[in-house]
């Protein structure tokens, strides 16, 4: 490696390096149209071939002419640089195998339920996970980018991770920005949606989960209250099942038998309660309420997460740009010393 770092520093000289004597002197790289009209003398060496033979040796021009040889510019960035760019390569790997988690849970969620076969195909645009596939895409392609951009110095790469993070970061402001201008149709489409996730409960696996869950976490039943469970076919008062007039056992204030096994039949029979005494049993407030007052209490430290998150991206984009800047300047100045333009010129080891 050191000889070969010699090598490209002694070629470098060869043309860079000028003759004391000679201010004005030619390049030994010569177009080969015109080798022959500037031949010296058998037996007589020009000055400027003396200078070259003592500058650079090893090295001699000959007429075939190809870049092939040619070294290719070395990039030597700065310390802090250095440091920026296996930070960077650190940051997006970690990013990287989230991005590839979170994909990898998607397609096992559309494998283990099935959701891929011709029966069920139809249905696949409603499925949850399609958003943890959409979201570990979009996760892996900017990282992975970013990650063999940064540590490859790859100026493709990087301008495609810088692109893709702007536009990340407009779509982030934008969705924000609606967030917050249009609050009250936003909570009636999560109304809309969670009726349509109290319908389907029983029929679709993951619709179940997403209520379970919301519904032990944030201590709420239903939608706007514990008798939206009316909807469902299963836990409509007109079924003749088991399930008829209750609700799930997420909506129970003790939901689990023995602290471990969830008790199905907390909920039994419910809705024929009057509040007072359904209220011993199960919580009667909608989540769509409970959402809205836990958003406002999180408020800022949503926003905080939110700036955090934005931060990070642009502080990527500018040391991706950072370290385009270097190795664009770095490219610029070895063609600016002598690289050349067209490919005819090929160095050969004398002999």
Same mark, same amino acid.
């Given at each position: 490696?050191?000889?070969?770092?010699?090598?490209?520093?002694?070629?470098?000289? %060869?043309?860079?390096? @000028?003759?004391?004597?000679?201010?004005?002197?030619?390049?030994?790289?010569?177009? @080969?149209?015109?080798?022959?009209?500037?031949?010296?003398?058998?037996?007589?060496?020009?000055?400027?071939?003396?200078?070259?033979?003592?500058?650079?040796?090893?090295?001699?021009?000959? @007429?075939?002419?190809?870049?092939?040889?040619?070294?290719?510019?070395?990039?030597?960035? +700065?310390?802090?640089?250095?440091?920026?760019?296996?930070?960077?390569?650190?940051?997006?790997?970690?990013?990287?195998?989230?991005?590839?988690?979170?994909? !990898? #849970? !998607?397609?096992?969620?559309?494998?283990? @339920?099935?959701?891929? #076969?011709?029966?069920?195909?139809g249905s696949l645009g409603t499925d949850p996970m399609?958003?943890?596939?959409?979201?570990?895409?979009?996760?892996?392609?900017?990282?992975?980018?970013g990650c063999v951009g940064f540590l490859r110095e790859? /100026?493709?790469?990087?301008?495609?991770?810088?692109?893709?993070?702007?536009?990340? /970061?407009?779509? &982030?402001?934008?969705?924000? #920005?609606?967030?917050?201008?249009?609050?009250?149709?936003?909570?009636?489409?999560?109304?809309?949606?969670?009726?349509?996730? =109290?319908?389907?409960?029983?029929?679709?696996?993951?619709?179940?989960?997403?209520?379970?869950?919301? &519904?032990? *976490?944030?201590?709420? %039943?239903?939608?706007?209250?514990?008798?939206?469970?009316?909807?469902?076919?299963?836990?409509?008062?007109?079924?003749? !099942?088991?399930?008829?007039?209750?609700?799930?056992?997420?909506? %129970?204030?003790?939901?689990?038998?023995?602290?471990?096994?969830?008790?199905? &039949?907390?909920?039994?029979?419910?809705?024929?309660?009057?509040?007072?005494?359904?209220?011993?049993?199960?919580?009667?407030?909608? %989540?769509? +309420?409970? =959402?809205? =007052?836990?958003?406002?209490?999180?408020?800022?430290?949503?926003?905080?997460?939110? =700036?955090?998150?934005?931060?990070?991206?642009? #502080?990527?984009?500018?040391?991706? &740009?950072? /370290?385009?800047?270097?190795?664009?300047?770095?490219?610029?100045?070895?063609? *600016?010393? *002598?690289?050349?333009?067209?490919?005819?010129?090929?160095?050969?080891?004398?002999?």
């Amino acid at each position: 490696m050191g000889g070969r770092r010699f090598w490209h520093f002694q070629t470098w000289l %060869c043309f860079t390096k @000028k003759n004391p004597e000679e201010p004005n002197e030619r390049s030994r790289l010569i177009p @080969k149209d015109n080798a022959d009209s500037q031949q010296v003398p058998d037996g007589e060496d020009s000055e400027e071939e003396q200078h070259s033979a003592y500058s650079c040796p090893e090295l001699v021009v000959t @007429k075939s002419m190809s870049t092939k040889n040619w070294p290719r510019p070395m990039t030597h960035l +700065p310390t802090l640089l250095v440091f920026i760019k296996y930070l960077m390569f650190i940051t997006n790997f970690v990013f990287s195998v989230v991005g590839f988690t979170i994909l !990898g #849970i !998607g397609f096992w969620g559309l494998i283990d @339920k099935q959701s891929l #076969i011709s029966e069920k195909i139809g249905s696949l645009g409603t499925d949850p996970m399609l958003f943890f596939i959409l979201v570990g895409l979009v996760i892996c392609a900017l990282s992975v980018s970013g990650c063999v951009g940064f540590l490859r110095e790859n /100026i493709c790469l990087l301008k495609l991770f810088s692109a893709g993070m702007c536009v990340l /970061i407009v779509i &982030q402001s934008v969705l924000a #920005i609606a967030f917050l201008s249009f609050r009250e149709q936003i909570q009636d489409s999560v109304k809309q949606s969670m009726m349509v996730a =109290l319908t389907r409960y029983q029929d679709d696996s993951d619709l179940r989960f997403i209520m379970d869950e919301i &519904q032990l *976490g944030m201590e709420c %039943c239903g939608v706007q209250s514990y008798q939206d469970w009316g909807v469902n076919l299963y836990f409509n008062c007109s079924s003749a !099942g088991v399930h008829s007039c209750g609700v799930p056992y997420s909506c %129970c204030i003790d939901p689990l038998e023995n602290g471990t096994v969830p008790n199905s &039949q907390c909920g039994f029979k419910v809705q024929e309660m009057g509040e007072t005494l359904a209220g011993s049993t199960v919580y009667l407030g909608g %989540c769509v +309420p409970q =959402l809205s =007052l836990w958003l406002s209490r999180r408020f800022w430290d949503i926003a905080s997460g939110f =700036l955090l998150v934005t931060a990070i991206e642009l #502080i990527n984009v500018s040391c991706a &740009q950072r /370290i385009l800047g270097e190795i664009m300047f770095g490219k610029n100045t070895m063609e *600016g010393l *002598g690289r050349p333009k067209h490919h005819e010129w090929t160095f050969t080891d004398q002999k």
